[in-house]
């Protein structure tokens, strides 16, 4: 009897978890420790070389606006990568960047495609959420779910091998 209660109610539980509504969430990721991205430093402050004007070097302040000090780390890796922030403005493209957006846009563009692939991605994951039981307990089911599109590191570096692209990174392959 006590047997029957159990089973019946891990199964009530199941079904329940099977049932959930709303996105679908593959990841499934729950720690107990703090998140070390979660605050960032800021940086040091500037002082300016002519203390005398120092009214006069500051930037008016702006509600809502950005400190200089605040961390940027978007910027701040353009920058590292040789680029400039100021080229991140919405819907302008860089004079250095137009031979590639020509040659990537030559067989057309679709302005929608982001919300074509949000939808498709959520269909995909909706059909790819994991059994009841993984949704019950929470596992993590996103590898599983989007391993037919993962490429083969390794196939594909035997391929462009052969098609005589030269790979000095590639390491080499692990012993398992």
């Given amino acids: 009897m006590r047997m029957t209660r159990f089973a019946l109610m891990a199964a009530g539980m199941a079904?329940?978890?099977?049932?959930s509504q709303g996105e679908p969430r593959l990841m499934n990721l729950r720690s107990a420790t703090p998140d070390e991205f979660a605050v960032l430093p800021y940086?040091?402050?500037?002082?300016?070389?002519?203390v005398d004007k120092l009214a006069a070097e500051?930037?008016?302040?702006r509600p809502g606006g950005r400190?200089?000090?605040?961390?940027?780390p978007e910027e701040?890796?353009?920058?590292?990568?040789?680029?400039?922030?100021?080229?991140?403005?919405?819907?302008?493209?860089?004079?250095?960047?137009?031979?590639?957006?020509k040659a990537v846009a030559r067989y057309g563009t679709d302005p929608a495609i982001r919300e074509k692939l949000a939808a498709e991605d959520l269909e995909w994951r909706k059909a790819h959420r994991g059994r009841p039981l993984e949704?019950?307990?929470?596992?993590?089911?996103?590898?599983?779910?989007?391993?037919?599109?993962?490429?083969d590191p390794w196939?594909?570096?035997?391929?462009?091998?052969?098609?005589g692209i030269w790979t000095?990174?590639?390491?080499p392959k692990p012993a398992n």
Avoid at 67 to 72: F, G
Avoid at 85 to 101: F, K, M, Q, T
Avoid at 155 to 163: C, G, I, N, T, Y
Wanted: hydrophobic share 40%; glycine share 6%; with cysteine.
């Fill in 43 to 50: 940086k040091k402050p500037e002082i300016p070389e002519n």
């Fill in 168 to 171: 000095p990174t590639a390491p």
């Fill in 155 to 163: 196939r594909e570096l035997k391929r462009l091998r052969r098609a």
């Fill in 67 to 72: 400190n200089r000090v605040d961390v940027v």
């Fill in 76 to 101: 701040d890796a353009q920058i590292a990568l040789g680029g400039r922030p100021a080229d991140r403005s919405p819907g302008r493209i860089p004079a250095a960047d137009a031979p590639l957006v």
């Fill in 135 to 151: 949704r019950l307990f929470g596992v993590n089911v996103y590898f599983k779910a989007y391993e037919p599109m993962a490429l």
């Fill in 15 to 19: 079904v329940l978890a099977a049932c």
């Fill in 58 to 61: 500051l930037p008016p302040p």
